[in-house]
């Protein structure tokens, strides 16, 4: 029998941190609030926390709408608060596995911009363009997963 990987061995936590612990008052959770458990979510057993996006975001898709890949929205913490959750973690053998979803970004994203800028720029195949109908309306029927159609 093939030896299991790392991931088939351990318990991963999946955490929200909207809703996971609040710890500065504004009504949102936090990274600080993840840190402030590790010790607990250690005691379960967690081998893995499953961290869905904290990345900065407009957030109309609950994050997964992430305008920069490259920072923390402070809604949740800093920079510095993700590193020292990863440090954190790593003192108690827990990993933390980004839920990193590049198959789509919110409309802010820069990637995003840049690529609807025109239709011959180098970007302009990051993202799945179609034009109007010719009486202008959408080129499809999709529908938006939180409604309406997928074409705004």
């Known amino acids: 029998m093939e030896k299991l990987k790392w991931w088939q061995q351990v318990i991963v936590y999946e955490a929200y941190p909207s809703s996971f612990k609040?710890?500065?008052g504004d009504g949102c959770g936090d990274i600080k609030g993840l840190i402030s458990e590790l010790d607990y979510l250690q005691s379960l057993g967690v081998g893995a926390i499953w961290l869905t996006p904290v990345f900065e975001s407009p957030m109309g898709d609950n994050g997964y709408d992430v305008a920069d890949?490259?920072?923390i929205n402070p809604r949740f913490g800093t920079m510095d608060?993700?590193?020292l959750l990863i440090k954190e973690a790593g003192k108690r053998d827990i990993r933390i596995v980004m839920d990193l979803v590049f198959?789509?970004?919110?409309d802010q994203c820069e990637w995003f911009l840049e690529?609807?800028?025109s239709k011959d720029n180098p970007k302009s195949d990051w993202y799945i363009w179609s034009d109007p109908k010719e009486d202008g309306s959408a080129p499809n029927n999709w529908r938006g997963i939180f409604g309406g159609s997928a074409w705004t």
């Open 81 to 83: 608060d993700m590193d």
């Open 69 to 71: 890949y490259y920072n």
């Open 22 to 24: 609040d710890t500065d």
């Open 103 to 106: 198959n789509h970004t919110s």
């Open 115 to 117: 690529s609807k800028a």
